[in-house]
């Protein structure tokens, strides 16, 4: 299981989880947080997250790794990342926050991700990975039939924040919530994706990776929260390589997951930055941390194109 741990704990830093929306079935009851186990993130000596800086004569674009749901109270702002944002013309995140987001989602929700009438996930299952499922929903404090009309990707993004959210973690936390509420007025905002975009990552996957990945969402429900602990306590170290080897430690056993959710989508953001260096000004962006650890980088792919990148933090 160890190398689908990681690639859910990738996951959880390397897109804006649905959850940061209010994305979830409308028969859910989220679990009351409970105090961790294990020592909270704040607790850890403190480097700093690490952040990156690529110049020209009159454009400079800042890329900062974020965690998109974090314990309340995690302390990671640090002088050097507040003076990179009050200087910047410009907060880019994977999508904007909008008021109305929620309600959007939802609705994209009931057009992309229902499963054809008469189907359930749980008959997209066999016998044993039935049993799996219906454990870790009960585990969980969930309605064994609660994801039961929507297709399995849903129910994996959802198996995959409960955890967290039970022991603690919230996207209220999450650091693009508290850039934003850091960020002076006026700072401008934009997006490199839409929710729809983000939404149709998952929906455009197999079938048969979505069940995969479902199932091994309830397998690891219990080691989820570990495993995000260790990459939170790296990420807030700065320790960008241990980071990286975390979340690439067994990837490959997951290409189609790790290729939509990761590598396509760093190939989308280097082009972006890349024409975005054209303009003059100031840019702040801030990513899941997966984007810009490992092999197949943001930074990696800028390279590529002739950009020098230097590390600030």
Do not use: C
Not at 23 to 44: F, G, I, L, R, W
Not at 140 to 149: E, I
Not at 225 to 235: L, N, Q, T, Y
Not at 274 to 285: A, C, E, K
Request: a negative charge; aromatic letters at 6%; proline letters at 5%.
């Amino acid at each position: 299981m160890t190398h689908f741990k990681n690639t859910l704990a990738a996951a959880a830093s390397g897109i804006a989880l649905l959850f940061s929306t209010g994305a979830h079935a409308q028969e859910q009851s989220t679990p009351t947080p409970v105090a961790s186990a294990t020592a909270p993130a704040a607790d850890v000596e403190m480097g700093g997250p690490a952040l990156w800086k690529l110049a020209d004569e009159d454009t400079t674009i800042y890329l900062f790794g974020t965690i998109h749901v974090l314990p309340k109270d995690t302390n990671w702002l640090s002088p050097t990342i507040d003076k990179a944002l009050d200087s910047s013309d410009v907060l880019v995140t994977e999508i904007l926050m909008t008021p109305d987001l929620g309600a959007k989602t939802q609705q994209i929700i009931m057009e992309k991700g229902m499963l054809p009438a008469g189907t359930t996930v749980r008959s997209l299952m066999s016998e044993e990975q039935k049993t799996t499922y219906e454990t870790a929903m009960t585990k969980l404090g969930m309605p064994v039939g609660a994801f039961d009309r929507f297709e399995p990707w849903f129910g994996a993004i959802n198996l995959s924040i409960l955890p967290l959210m039970k022991e603690g973690y919230s996207p209220e936390e999450g650091v693009e919530k508290v850039l934003e509420a850091e960020a002076e007025e006026g700072l401008q905002r934009a997006a490199l994706e839409t929710i729809e975009f983000q939404m149709g990552v998952f929906d455009s996957l197999p079938q048969e990776a979505q069940v995969k990945y479902l199932i091994e969402a309830a397998e690891g429900i219990d080691d989820l929260k570990p495993m995000i602990d260790k990459m939170v306590a790296e990420w807030i170290e700065g320790d960008a390589d241990a980071l990286a080897e975390m979340m690439n430690t067994g990837m490959e056993e997951s290409p189609a997951l790790m290729e939509a959710l990761l590598y396509d989508r760093n190939a989308n953001w280097a082009v972006w930055i890349d024409d975005r260096m054209d303009q003059p000004g100031t840019v702040f962006i801030a990513v899941g941390a997966g984007h810009l650890a490992g092999e197949k980088s943001v930074q990696d792919l800028l390279e590529a194109r002739g950009f020098t990148i230097t590390r600030v933090q």
